[in-house]
C-alpha cells in the first residue's frame, strides 16, 4: 500500500495510481516512476498488533513511510455519559462483560440449533409415532447440547472482558492439516 | 482567379506533416502528428500550442509519461505495452484535454 500527503490529508492506494496529477504536470502510466518517493508517495507500513486489546492511532508519516502507533485498547475501563449540559449521568465500562458474555452465549446456542435442526425430525417422528431415534443420532444430539452447555458454563466462569474477548469455541473443530489423509486415487 | 476553397496542398506544415518528437518539446506550429518512442521517463513540454489547436501524438513505450500543468484525461488509459494515439486539444490557456486509444485487436 502506498499513501501521499496532499494538504495536511493523507490518501491511501492499494497500489501507484496509473495516472497521477501533480503541480509538475499530468504524469501517465505513473506506476512506471523509479521512485515514487519523488512524488511524495511512501510505503505504508502497518505493525503488528493484537486485534483484541490493541488498536492502530491514525496514520502519520514518520519521515520515511506511513504507519501507525499501536495504542492499548482499556478494556476494563470506563467513560463518563454526559448530559447536553455538560453535566455526567451515569460511569458506564468501556465493555460491558454481561453483555458480551450474554452475546457469546446466544452465538453459540444458535449454532448449536443449526447443527441440531437436521435431526430434528427424528424427534418430531419419536413424538408423533413413537418410532425410536437411533442411536448414532441420538448420541450426535446429545453431544452438541453437551459441548453447547460446557461452553456456556466455561464462559460464565469467565472473569474479564479480554478473557471473554479471546474466548473461541469450536463443536466441531477442523482437522490439522497434517491430519487430513491425502487424497489417492 | 481568386482562391475560394482551401485545399490540402496549400495547408502549412503544421497540419499535414508528421515529426518525431526528438527531445520533449511537441512544437504545436511543426506538425500535425507527432510521434515518440519512449526510452526512459519523459517529461512533454509544449510549445506555440493557441486555444483551439489539435495535435495527434503515437507514442509507444513502458514508461512514465508527463504533460504539462493543465493537463487532464477526458477519456482512454495510457497502455505501454501498444502504441497508443494521444489526441491533445487546446481548450485554453494551459488547459490541455487528452484523449486516449490504442489500436484495436
Known amino acids: 500500500m502506498k499513501a501521499i500527503e496532499i494538504n495536511g490529508n493523507i490518501k491511501t492506494f492499494r497500489r501507484l495510481p496509473n495516472v497521477w496529477e501533480d503541480e509538475n504536470g499530468l504524469h501517465l502510466n505513473f506506476r512506471k516512476v523509479a ?33 501507525y502507533d499501536v495504542v492499548a485498547i482499556d478494556l476494563e475501563g470506563a467513560h463518563d455519559v454526559l448530559a447536553e449540559d455538560g453535566e455526567v449521568i451515569e460511569t458506564k465500562p468501556n465493555y460491558d462483560i454481561a453483555e458480551l458474555k450474554q452475546g ?7 449454532e448449536a440449533g443449526k447443527l441440531l435442526s437436521p435431526t430434528d425430525w427424528y424427534v418430531t417422528r419419536l413424538a408423533e409415532r413413537a418410532v425410536e ?28 472482558v479480554e478473557e471473554v474477548l479471546r474466548y473461541t469455541h469450536a463443536f466441531y473443530p477442523a482437522p490439522a492439516l497434517d491430519e487430513v489423509e491425502p487424497i489417492s486415487e | ?17 508528421s515529426s518525431v518528437i526528438s527531445a520533449s518539446t511537441v512544437n504545436f506550429t511543426a506538425s500535425q502528428v507527432f510521434t ?12 506555440n500550442a493557441s ?12 514508461y512514465t509519461i508527463t504533460f504539462p500543468a493543465g493537463s487532464k484525461v477526458v477519456a482512454g488509459t495510457y ?15 494551459a488547459d490541455y484535454w487528452i484523449s486516449i486509444s490504442q489500436p484495436q485487436a
Open chain 1, 35 to 67: 521512485d515514487p518517493t519523488e512524488f511524495g508517495f511512501y510505503d505504508v507500513v502497518t505493525p503488528q498488533y493484537d486485534k483484541i486489546s490493541e488498536r492502530l492511532s491514525a496514520m502519520y508519516f514518520d519521515g520515511d513511510k506511513f504507519t
Open chain 1, 104 to 110: 457469546k452465549i446466544s452465538a453459540i446456542k444458535t
Open chain 2, 51 to 62: 486555444t483551439g489547436m489539435v495535435k495527434d501524438l503515437v507514442i509507444t513505450g513502458d
Open chain 2, 79 to 93: 497502455s505501454g505495452t501498444v502504441s497508443n494515439l494521444i489526441q491533445v486539444v487546446v481548450a485554453g490557456p
Open chain 1, 133 to 160: 431415534i437411533p442411536t448414532e443420532i441420538a448420541d450426535e444430539r446429545l453431544d452438541i447440547v453437551t459441548k453447547s452447555d460446557t461452553f456456556e458454563t466455561e464462559i460464565n466462569a469467565l472473569e474479564t
Open chain 2, 1 to 17: 482567379m481568386a482562391l475560394t476553397k482551401i485545399t490540402s496542398g496549400i495547408l502549412a506544415d503544421e497540419f499535414n506533416t
Open chain 2, 36 to 47: 515518440k518512442t519512449l526510452s526512459a521517463n519523459t517529461t512533454l513540454v509544449f510549445s
